[in-house]
T-cell receptor, first 113, second 114 residues
Framework: GENVEQHPSTLSVQEGDSAVIKCTYS??????FPWYKQELGKRPQLIID?????GEKKDQRIAVTLNKTAKHFSLHITETQPEDSAVYFC????????????FGKGTTLSVSS | DAGVIQSPRHEVTEMGQEVTLRCKPI?????LFWYRQTMMRGLELLIY????????DSGMPEDRFSAKMPNASFSTLKIQPSEPRDSAVYFC????????????FGSGTRLTVV
């Protein structure tokens, strides 16, 4: 089955700096890679996703890159703000019947002003 | 739309008691997922349904856990008997048309077994 590794587990940055979170996956059949943000005590919420036919996707200060050959994908947050502080989860899912999202263990991002 | 609705928000129970968690998915979402979140293990998939039919329950930890979806608007996750190691936040999530889409999560149920 799919296994998703996420690094780092914690990340502290100064406001305005960039933050990068990396994930690797094991199943080469995986072709959908979403990222979720979970604020303290709240539900995980989808912030961006990418499919295997795309190498990079941007949405304002957030971007995700995918390297299918190396089986890794990354979340990039530029010009970080205190409200970006949260736990970020990556996930992957193979394109086959009977599967669901498998999540990484999360990265706690702290942005200090 | 009120989103995915879970109840109760918090549950404290004694070891050995039966616990039932409830989920009402978004209308039209034909996929429903139950996840468990702990600090040590992160978000773990327990079971998921498609059109009310269980598709993959390989993540259900033990026979103490069971899940049902009697209709498109309601699902339950039952733990009987509960144990302290079951303490976690349990999330219900849904998607429409395919599991290869972003899931919408409920607010979760924080379960504490003492």
């Amino acid at each position: 089955g799919e296994n998703v590794e996420q690094h780092p587990s914690t990340l502290s940055v100064q406001e305005g700096d960039s933050a990068v979170i990396k994930c690797t996956y094991s199943d080469s059949a995986s072709n959908y890679f979403p990222w979720y943000k979970q604020e303290l005590g709240k539900r995980p919420q989808l912030i961006i996703d990418i499919r295997s036919n795309v190498g990079e996707k941007k949405d304002q200060r957030i971007a995700v890159t995918l390297n299918k050959t190396a089986k890794h994908f990354s979340l990039h947050i530029t010009e970080t703000q205190p409200e970006d502080s949260a736990v970020y989860f990556c996930a992957a899912i193979p394109n086959q019947a009977g599967t669901a999202l498998i999540f990484g263990k999360g990265t706690t991002l702290s942005v200090s002003s | 739309d009120a989103g995915v609705i879970q109840s109760p928000r918090h549950e404290v129970t004694e070891m050995g008691q039966e616990v039932t968690l409830r989920c009402k998915p978004i209308s039209g979402h034909d996929y429903l997922f139950w996840y468990r979140q702990t600090m040590m293990r992160g978000l773990e998939l327990l079971i998921y349904f498609n059109n009310n039919v269980p598709i993959d329950d390989s993540g259900m930890p033990e026979d103490r856990f069971s899940a049902k979806m009697p209709n498109a608007s309601f699902s339950t996750l039952k733990i009987q008997p509960s144990e302290p190691r079951d303490s976690a936040v349990y999330f219900c999530a849904g998607s429409q048309g395919s599991p290869l889409r972003g899931y919408t999560f409920g607010s979760g149920t924080r379960l504490t077994v003492v």
